[in-house]
């Protein structure tokens, strides 16, 4: 089957977070796709739609064997369908866990620039961001080890919030970097917890590797949240799995959950999760290399037009990391001026903390029409704001 990912799909008058905005605007900040969702997936929703009786709904079986013969099949990782809870979604189970697992004051470690969502799950709940910058040289990032180590090692620090590929900058951790983060952390008695939702949005040729199968103390240790909603679209519909092999520690996530009542799925959320594990890999195989032609056709404009910006090279998720160090060190204002000048509106990378600051983040997942608008655009934006300095 084909699919047509060129087509301009009209997504206000929908309550749409991402194009609720004014006439002429043109979204690329918030991590949702402008492509319609697999036809297989649509297929069983409508199905269940088709039930006029939309009641309590209980995870059936045939959710725990899709997604475990998933991972088994994709990411050549065998996960016990004993493993898996259910959950609303990524965010309410690190809120869920950051509650669960520390308490106020203590220290919660992220890897910095990442997911600003991150900082809100931890600081929202009377808890401490102690922030560990990634390295950055020659538009490459890495992990400082010997700052890793010492904070891992502050008492005060109990969990560690991962994000595997990591957001916002497409980075995807390699085994040995997983198994070295695992082992210190490990040694230091403090749980990871890897956000792996955007697993699934690598570039062909490229897979990612499951924190919990990079080593037997990652395993052990390592609490993982897995869904179907940034590969496949499906956001809205508020599903996705956590991952937990230590019994005990299983437990303790389980009884946060429910404890917050976000273990439990509306109507859609399974029916849909099941299509996309068990019938939506060669939507995503087409939606991966059209996603990769896009990633290169932004980086070959910005590289032809607009040199004193830089694209992260990354080989994960659909999100493009900008450099925009050498035009000004506040990327807010930058974004203020684009949007207001343009109708362009990109992410700020400062809400991401680390050395985001002279950063934005551009969302390419959108058709090819829509994203030359917003390169032309960019474009535009950019230079006007350089010929103002």
């Given at each position: 089957m084909t699919y047509d990912f060129d087509a301009l799909i009209d997504r206000r008058g929908t309550h749409c977070t991402k194009w609720d905005v004014a006439d002429g605007e043109l979204p690329m900040w918030i991590a949702d796709m402008d492509f319609a969702t697999a036809p297989e997936i649509a297929a069983a929703v409508q199905r269940r739609a088709a039930h006029p009786v939309y009641g309590y709904t209980d995870v059936p079986a045939e959710w725990y064997t899709a997604i475990a013969g998933w991972w088994r099949t994709r990411h050549g990782f065998a996960i016990d369908p004993q493993w898996l809870i259910f959950s609303t979604g990524v965010v309410p189970t690190i809120s869920s866990v950051v509650r669960k697992l520390t308490t106020p004051a203590e220290k919660v470690l992220a890897l910095t620039p990442v997911y600003d969502i991150f900082y809100h799950s931890i600081e929202n709940n009377g808890r401490l961001v102690l922030e560990c910058p990634l390295t950055y040289a020659d538009g490459a990032y890495g992990i400082d080890w010997t700052d890793l180590d010492a904070k891992l090692a502050d008492p005060q620090t109990t969990l560690m919030i991962l994000c595997?590929?990591?957001?916002?900058?497409?980075?995807?951790?390699?085994?040995?970097?997983?198994?070295?983060?695992?082992?210190?952390?490990?040694?230091?008695?403090?749980?990871?917890?890897?956000?792996?939702?955007?697993?699934?949005?690598?570039?062909?040729?490229?897979?990612?590797?499951?924190?919990?199968?990079?080593?037997?103390?990652?395993?052990?240790?390592?609490?993982?949240?897995?869904?179907?909603?940034?590969?496949?679209?499906?956001?809205?519909?508020?599903?996705?799995?956590?991952?937990?092999?230590?019994?005990?520690?299983?437990?303790?996530?389980?009884?946060?959950?429910?404890?917050?009542?976000?273990?439990?799925?509306?109507?859609?959320?399974?029916?849909?999760?099941?299509?996309?594990?068990?019938?939506?890999?060669?939507?995503?195989?087409?939606?991966?290399?059209?996603?990769?032609?896009?990633?290169?056709?932004?980086?070959?404009?910005?590289?032809?037009?607009?040199?004193?910006?830089?694209?992260?090279?990354?080989?994960?998720?659909?999100?493009?990391?900008?450099?925009?160090?050498?035009?000004?060190?506040?990327?807010?204002?930058?974004?203020?001026?684009?949007?207001?000048?343009?109708?362009?509106?990109?992410?700020?990378?400062?809400?991401?903390?680390?050395?985001?600051?002279?950063?934005?983040?551009?969302?390419?997942?959108?058709?090819?029409?829509?994203?030359?608008?917003?390169?032309?655009?960019?474009?535009?934006?950019?230079?006007?704001?350089?010929?103002?300095?």
């Open positions: 595997n590929p990591h957001n916002p900058t497409g980075q995807i951790w390699d085994k040995e970097t997983l198994a070295r983060i695992g082992a210190l952390a490990a040694r230091h008695h403090v749980v990871v917890l890897s956000d792996e939702i955007h697993c699934d949005l690598t570039d062909p040729g490229w897979d990612y590797t499951p924190f919990a199968a990079a080593s037997a103390e990652c395993r052990a240790n390592s609490i993982t949240c897995l869904a179907p909603t940034k590969a496949f679209n499906l956001a809205g519909l508020q599903t996705s799995a956590v991952s937990v092999p230590d019994p005990a520690l299983r437990h303790k996530v389980w009884r946060a959950l429910n404890t917050d009542e976000v273990a439990e799925p509306n109507c859609f959320a399974a029916e849909a999760a099941v299509a996309a594990f068990t019938k939506g890999a060669p939507w995503l195989d087409a939606l991966r290399a059209y996603l990769a032609q896009n990633k290169e056709a932004a980086r070959d404009f910005i590289s032809r037009e607009l040199p004193a910006v830089r694209a992260v090279v990354s080989h994960g998720t659909y999100l493009l990391w900008l450099d925009c160090s050498a035009l000004t060190a506040d990327g807010a204002a930058l974004a203020r001026f684009l949007r207001e000048r343009t109708g362009l509106r990109l992410s700020a990378g400062g809400v991401y903390r680390g050395n985001g600051g002279a950063f934005l983040r551009m969302n390419l997942a959108c058709p090819r029409a829509r994203l030359q608008d917003g390169l032309e655009r960019l474009k535009q934006g950019l230079d006007a704001f350089a010929a103002q300095a």
